[in-house]
């Protein structure tokens, strides 16, 4: 027998009836869906004057009523927020995307990290390779030579952590790249998804500003924007919500995952949090030149290994996207997604068992 649902809607909705009772049944649908633990929804007009949000589950499993703004972990919605930090770091002249990472990353760290047919090609690796999934590197989470990968333990819900060196290890000793760094000049490009890019690309923004991610994403977007809700595992603000988070789950169990979730340097946030950031990205008003955000777009290459998490623990990361013009080169996550009705924007989270 089906466990009944609980849904909360926000007060401060303002869609026409039919909008809301279409809505409404939508959620319902996708809470009630097998495999789905909890879910969120939030969709509103490029102007803010239409709006609609709510969250819900089955109402015999929640400790906690979920709420519109309850925050969850985004994973690897939080690479929008690198990328941003990266175009910001070139408009102030801290980086250029194409420059090779041994312009900013010491040779003792990335000697030997892309070895290919034979041949070190770490030195042909630009930003720009990294930003956009094509440098050919392997993704730190993926298969190894040897022991358990760290989608493993995702899947088992096991605990685990590790640090930006272990990534460096790992890549270097356990895992091969897929292919050489790509010649971006050309019309289409191999682009293969790795975490480990993004972990490099964090690496090089705290090297050549001297600041931790923690804080450039304080200073340069949440601050600014008025995120609240939006932040670093491990670096809560004093006054973010006090929302209970989103549970995690390993088939019906709830499970702490804290060491992953902070070793994986991905977010906590709210639809709303992210609704507001992807409105003022596409904007440009996160950029000094509102060009910028054109390079968001500049590449549309198929990541054929993009993460789906449709795991028994995990918010599905890749699917509880907030929509966005175009296949961003980019801008990962959204690789191979068409664009929304010009004028809206949504954001969406579920939870799966």
């Not at 909705?13 to 996708?30: G, I, K």
């Not at 050489?180 to 293969?192: G, I, T």
Request: hydrophobic fraction near 35%; charge should be neutral.
């Amino acid at each position: 027998m089906t466990a009944p649902l609980a849904m909360t809607q926000a007060p401060d909705n303002h869609v026409p009836a039919d909008v809301d009772t279409r809505l409404t049944d939508l959620l319902a649908e996708l809470a009630s869906r097998g495999g789905i633990r909890q879910a969120a929804v939030a969709v509103a007009s490029d102007d803010g004057t239409q709006r609609w949000s709510a969250a819900a589950g089955p109402a015999d499993t929640i400790a906690h009523p979920l709420r519109p703004d309850t925050p969850f972990f985004i994973a690897s919605i939080t690479k929008r927020f690198v990328i941003t930090l990266v175009l910001q770091a070139q408009e102030r002249g801290e980086i250029d995307l194409a420059a090779p990472i041994t312009d900013y990353l010491p040779a003792n760290t990335i000697t030997g990290l892309h070895v290919f047919g034979g041949v070190d090609r770490t030195s042909s690796i630009t930003v720009r390779h990294l930003a956009s999934h094509t440098s050919g590197l392997p993704d730190h989470f993926e298969r190894r030579r040897d022991g358990p990968s760290l989608n493993e333990h995702l899947l088992a819900g096991r605990d685990t952590a590790w640090t930006f060196e272990d990534v460096i290890r790992t890549t270097r000793d356990r895992q091969r790249p897929h292919f050489a760094p790509q010649d971006l000049a050309a019309p289409r490009q191999k682009a293969r998804y790795s975490d480990t890019g993004f972990q490099l690309l964090i690496r090089i923004l705290e090297t050549v500003t001297g600041r931790p991610f923690a804080d450039l994403l304080a200073e340069r977007i949440t601050e600014p924007l008025g995120l609240t809700s939006t932040w670093l595992p491990g670096h809560r603000p004093a006054g973010a919500t006090t929302t209970a988070l989103l549970p995690l789950y390993s088939g019906r169990t709830p499970v702490e995952l804290t060491s992953l979730l902070e070793s994986s340097n991905d977010l906590f946030s709210t639809t709303g949090d992210l609704l507001a950031f992807q409105r003022a990205l596409l904007r440009g008003d996160l950029f000094r030149d509102p060009h910028s955000r054109g390079l968001l777009t500049e590449r549309r290459n198929r990541l054929r290994n993009i993460p789906i998490l449709r795991t028994d623990w995990a918010p599905c990361s890749t699917r509880s996207v907030v929509s966005c013009p175009g296949g961003a080169a980019l801008s990962p996550s959204s690789a191979t997604r068409e664009p929304p009705e010009r004028g809206s924007f949504t954001a969406r989270n579920s939870s799966c068992i």
